[in-house]
Each structure stands twice: as C-alpha cells, then as structure tokens.
C-alpha cells in the first residue's frame, strides 16, 4: 500500500495545491499589478495583492479538547486604484444624458470644422 506523502505548507508547496490553480492566480494577480503600473506610472496609489490563509479546527470526534485535523482556505486578491476619467460634460435628457461628441469636456463647444467642410 503506498505511503501518504505529507508536505509542510511553505510558499514553495502551494505551487500543488488545487492543481496549481492558486500559484497561477497568485501570477496572474501580480501581472495586472505590474501591467497597471506600467499604464498609469503618475498614479501613485498603492497596488495591493493579498494571499490570505483561513484556518479554522475541527475538534476530534472522540475528545473534543484534541484539534483532528484543520480546514484552510486560501485567498487571493488584488486591489487596483479607481480608475476614474476626466471630467465630462452631460445633459440629461428624456433618454438619458447627451454629450458633445468632438468635445465631451465642453457641452457648448462649437465643432472646428462645419459638416459641408469634411
């Protein structure tokens, strides 16, 4: 009969857990991180990624003071700066709100060009 292969929790050992599912995460978490601070290098709110570890013990059947064995969960989660826009200006209307499409800053902006010059 073949012998449990027992392996200590370390940082290298989650690369096994769930299939690799949860280092593949982890990578891909730290990507978008990486990739967010290349795109917005000016914003200089912080970049957040948690791996969070949820352990919770079960009691031994036979004496409850004894921990049988421990249920873990894993998270991992990003948090990213709000990306927001510049400000735009809108009307409300009936149908919802209206925008200047050659200059969505400036409701009143008046186009460059006239539709007979295009």
Do not use: W, Y
């Amino acid at each position: 009969m073949p012998r449990i292969q027992e392996v200590n929790l370390t940082f290298q050992s989650i690369e096994v857990l769930a299939n690799g599912k949860i280092a593949a995460l982890l990578k891909r978490l730290m990507q978008n991180v990486a990739r967010d601070c290349m795109n917005r290098p000016h914003d200089k709110n912080k970049r957040k990624v948690t791996l969070e570890f949820l352990f919770s013990p079960v009691p031994d059947t036979e004496d409850q003071n004894l921990c049988d064995h421990v249920d873990c969960e894993i998270e991992c989660k990003s948090k990213l700066p709000t990306f927001r826009s510049a400000t735009m200006q809108m009307r409300p209307h009936a149908s919802g709100f209206i925008f200047n499409q050659d200059f969505p800053e400036d409701l009143n902006q008046q186009p460059l060009f006239s539709e007979s010059e295009e």
